[in-house]
């Protein structure tokens, strides 16, 4: 018995490991940092390496962080910076999202006067899956679950790969993002264990 729980204590260890390890922020990446109203980027060390002129920095994904410039007067635009705090993708869109899987989701459009369309872009900035959907997840697992706004039928889901053919219909009311979950684990742990299944 005290074998079992041994090995079952092990696989959920290395299962939270794995977990952990899958989400952990580089130790090396910038540290977005205050100043004012405004956001720059400092090293592990301390030293500044953007001098604060954002609106806002977000933590760093995939060796970018998005950042904000401008206001709610003008109108705000996003882009991404490197590590370096070089501007990889100029700050042109309504709206961003964090890569994920070398892409990541832009918006442009004008909220009040039409509707926001979605697409993706790679990390030199190229869109790669042009701005035609009304909602865009993060691509997980080689897909990402996209929608459209049909006036006849309503709003549709589906899901895309990243050349951005389309590999599951938009004909759901609504797709979600693939991901690693406690299934996996569970899974894993049984292989580890190598318990039977039931």
């Not at 004008?110 to 701005?131: A, D, S, W």
């Not at 979600?176 to 292989?191: C, E, I, N, Y």
Request: include cysteine; glycine fraction near 10%; hydrophobic fraction near 40%.
């Amino acid at each position: 018995m005290k074998s079992l729980k041994n090995k079952i204590l092990t696989a959920l260890f290395i299962a939270f490991t794995i977990f952990c390890n899958s989400y952990k922020i580089s130790a090396q990446d910038p540290i977005p940092f205050k100043m004012g109203d405004k956001y720059g980027l400092k090293n592990s060390a301390g030293a500044v390496i953007v001098e604060p002129k954002y609106k806002y920095i977000n933590e760093f994904s995939e060796g970018l962080a998005h950042v904000e410039v401008g206001n709610f007067n003008v109108g705000v635009k996003h882009g991404f910076i490197d590590i370096y705090g070089k501007e990889v993708v100029e700050p042109k869109y309504n709206e961003v999202r964090d890569f994920s899987e070398g892409l990541a989701v832009v918006g442009l459009g004008n909220y009040q006067i039409e509707k926001v369309k979605y697409g993706y872009i790679n990390k030199f900035g190229k869109v790669v899956v042009q701005l035609i959907y009304d909602d865009a997840g993060n691509f997980s697992e080689g897909l990402a679950n996209v929608g459209l706004e049909d006036l006849r039928i309503g709003f549709k889901s589906g899901y895309i790969d990243k050349t951005g053919k389309t590999v599951i219909a938009l004909k759901y009311d609504k797709a979600f993002s693939f991901s690693v979950g406690p299934k996996h684990w569970r899974d894993l742990a049984r292989l580890l264990l190598q318990l039977p299944y039931g």
